[in-house]
């Protein structure tokens, strides 16, 4: 059960950052799911409700996507549709129900650095940018293996290229809704590969080599190959690091096939 102390509302960033940097018992709440689930004691619940952070904007080369939006706005957003295809409803069809999706923000899951984790997996292989108050902009990439210098500090939106990205997201659960096992998503833009594992249960890192021999014209049998052996798997109650290989490997190569399927039609 998690307890919070005092709760408090800001009506501008500087006023929110200057709440969460007041004593280190203090959080941004997000959409409180998973902040819920930890069961933590907070001192003081920063909301950012007022901030106007829940926006969907698409500019010239790319797709701004606000802190606070929803992962069902995401997920229902036509002019996402429109440029990544089914890629998010991919993603997120197996992430709990509707209501869920209703609560759960963009910015609360990837500043939670969940291992876990649909949307940082699949913002990671789309090659994901993130803006924040105090850091400016930063690569998500950098921001998952330099995590702790960003905890005090408060993330205003992701961007996401648009280029003329083909990409697919798969990710293997025990039962439907449930947090996955394992999860990996392949993208291209212009022969460049971008391969992506999550949930080994470490959190989601980009298989550099394998994406740079899918690059090459390799099999897909040997791409998805290279990724896993590049990769750290590990054991948890839901899955053996061997079950999470494998699983990876025939995930990679069904993306890498349909990417291949999808090239030849477009």
Known sequence: MWTVKEYVMPKSIEEACNALNERKGNCILGGGIWTQMSGRHICKAIDLSKLQLNYIDELEDSVRIGSNCT???????RMISE???EYFQNC????????????????????????????????LCLDAKLSFYKHGITALSFFINNKQSFKK????????????????????????????????????????????????PGIAQLAEKASLAAGEGVLPETAAMEAVEEMTFGSNMRGSKEYRKSLAEMLICDCIRKIAVDERVL
């Not at 500090?153 to 293997?172: G, H, M, T, V």
């Not at 039962?175 to 949930?199: C, E, K």
């Open 153 to 200: 500090d408060i993330l205003l939106y992701a961007e996401l290229p648009k280029k003329r990205n083909i990409a697919q997201y798969a990710s293997f659960r025990a039962n439907f809704n449930d947090i996955p096992i394992i999860n990996t998503a392949v993208s291209v833009d212009r022969g460049q590969y971008r391969i992506v594992i999550g949930a080994r």
């Open 71 to 77: 992962l069902r706005e995401l997920e229902t957003n």
């Open 83 to 85: 440029i990544y295809g």
């Open 92 to 123: 997120f069809k197996g992430i709990a129900g509707v209501q869920f999706r209703n609560m759960v923000t963009v910015g609360g899951s990837i500043c939670g650095c969940y291992g876990f984790s649909d949307i940082t997996a699949s913002f």
